[in-house]
């Protein structure tokens, strides 16, 4: 596919790592939340191969937090999402579809609870915070919401855990997935997470203080040399082939959770209240006429930039394709579509015409076997 | 500066006319309220003599519309804004800056009023849908609410006029500026406005109908030719020119119109009901500290991807530049500011250090003269 430049402005701002990275042979971005988001060094195919053996360093700052704040911020964050958390713990990330009142998707985070009064939003690629302002305006809500000055930094792969641990001790080895707690640096403490957009294991680092965090960017490279660290990003073969949703691609304010497979986080059985939560008890009921599967194309090559029709033998629309990649794994195209309700069956033939040219493929389940 | 791919996804959405602008050299993308927006077709500095002298077609598609219906629709359009809006006409379009509580700027959008019951918000970058869906609900709000699927082409330039009028005849070049009303192509009416992001006149066409729309963005061309029409996109140079402020570059949410120098579109004098009046009086009567203003630099270029710091003869701070570009009407860097208020006297000098030069620059109001 033919290259274009991406214009950089204040408008879709660079992050305190930018010219690390820059000078580490980032090759593409993407803007996310008015952020650049390295998008690739070189090589997809090359990177995913090294994530998934070794680790990498990711500037992740374009996952932006909402801090809510005071009285009713617990009140506020649970209306946002279906997922019920009047049991939530503080010192944990959770995995939260934030709806709007006919259940569309608004956006699916991870959100840490900080204190019983005080949580960070960690989000997809849309504005909650102003929906998070709307909603605590019109509901005269007690709460102060800001984006505080984080920027994340990923250490993902399975080497990720020796290298952490050689900075931050053992307790960091031994934190469970989605815990989080507080780690010294120079000086500093900084909460880091056992989490991160792959699933090849690793931590977010929340870095508050820029300049500490730029001194922890570089301390991972020099004493990361024994386990071949290298910078990287989200990685779309890699992203693709654990099954990981991204909004914005694979689901959008058109679709609602169920349509999604993310029933897990959708709670109708007690009495938490969250918007859209009738319409979701109401679509439950009827079922739902669209899900999201997984498709395998006999194709090597394949770029979306916007949703691709699909097609049975018989010509008819069975639904769409929103992101797709070559995966190596599978030595072929795989990717991940909104099917409609009649043609659901695994190994559902499909038809799909990429750049001119008719490929044959077959609908799976999510996650991919 | 070095370049560097933009990551396609669907995402960061392509738009309908994606296809033709890459055949038509588009070399630049920025993205714009999730999706591609064209930032530059090779030269800048080419693109701007055009565009001062002929026309050009932009596929400003990301300009996205939030249509806000129903009885509250006023009500919550008004909310949302401090200009005044309770005596504004059908067919005519508002330049309006939308504010939160805490009158921090949100978006400054032109919002088109369709009916008594109907508006279009055409937003700048940033999610102005969720902050109207988040108001509406804590309201309770009798609304609707939509992003509809409407693409904008601008045509541009003073040789506008005379190619609009040969499609869609005389009384399109009578039409007032700000106004906008239905004209019909290929059987279609199309709402066209007289508006756009240069200073160089011109229209935008809501087009709704996308395949009708597509026909017309080739007309454009095909009887173009005599006039020079161009592909373009909104031009760097040109808008910084004429003083064109950029949400997200030259004012973002931790500012107040009073301090953007939007003063005009405020209203505090009468009972119309908005989201940080109060605020507002509050800051009217103390009076601001920082302030938007124009800045010369004596230099020929310079890539602003985020604030650079302005200080003055004596090593103290005195704002930050937001925006700037060489411009070859002044023949020097010029740029946005937001300046301290010791700082506003005209010729005001400032140091300003670009990829570790320093250089010297006065400070002068806007728009430049």
Not at 134 to 143: C, M, P, R, S, T
Not at 200 to 223: C, M, P, R, S, W
Not at 252 to 270: F, I, R
């Amino acid at each position: 596919m033919k290259k274009f430049s991406i214009a950089k402005s204040r408008r879709v701002r660079s992050t305190p790592y930018t010219s690390r990275i820059e000078a580490q042979g980032v090759t593409a971005y993407s803007s996310y939340n008015h952020m650049l988001m390295p998008a690739a060094f070189g090589s997809l195919e090359e990177s995913y191969h090294h994530l998934k053996e070794h680790v990498q360093v990711w500037d992740v700052s374009g996952e932006r937090q909402v801090e809510i704040g005071g009285k009713d911020s617990s009140r506020l964050v649970q209306l946002m999402t279906c997922r019920d958390l009047s049991k939530s713990k503080i010192g944990r990330c959770y995995y939260c579809p934030i709806i709007d009142d006919k259940a569309g998707l608004i956006n699916d985070p991870v959100i840490l609870k900080l204190a019983e009064d005080r949580w960070w939003i960690s989000i997809a690629d849309s504005d909650v915070i102003l929906f998070a302002k709307g909603l605590a305006i019109g509901h005269k809500f007690e709460v102060t919401i800001i984006e505080p000055n984080i920027n994340i930094i990923a250490i993902q792969g399975p080497e990720s855990f020796q290298i952490m641990e050689k900075i931050f001790g053992k307790k960091i080895s031994k934190m469970k997935f989605f815990g989080f707690d507080y780690f010294e640096f120079q000086g500093v403490k900084h909460l880091i997470a056992r989490s991160g957009w792959s699933k090849q294991g690793g931590y977010e680092v929340y870095v508050e203080n820029t300049k500490v965090g730029l001194a922890l960017y570089d301390h991972l490279f020099e004493i990361g040399k024994e386990f071949n660290v290298k910078p990287g990003c989200p990685n779309l073969i890699e992203r693709i082939e654990s099954a990981l949703l991204s909004y914005g691609n694979d689901i959008d304010n058109n679709d609602n959770p169920l349509e999604c497979g993310l029933d897990k986080y959708v709670n109708l059985d007690n009495d938490v209240n969250f918007l859209g939560k009738e319409k979701l008890k109401e679509i439950s009921k009827e079922g739902i006429n669209k899900k999201l599967m997984g498709v395998k194309i006999e194709t090597k090559e394949i770029d979306v930039s916007e949703s691709i029709k699909l097609y049975n033998n018989k010509s008819n629309l069975i639904g769409e394709l929103r992101s797709g990649v070559y995966s190596p794994h599978f030595g072929k195209v795989i990717g991940i579509a909104m099917i409609f309700k009649p043609y659901w069956n695994v190994s559902q033939s499909l038809k799909i015409e990429i750049n001119g040219t008719n490929f044959d493929g077959k609908v799976c389940d999510l996650p991919f076997i």
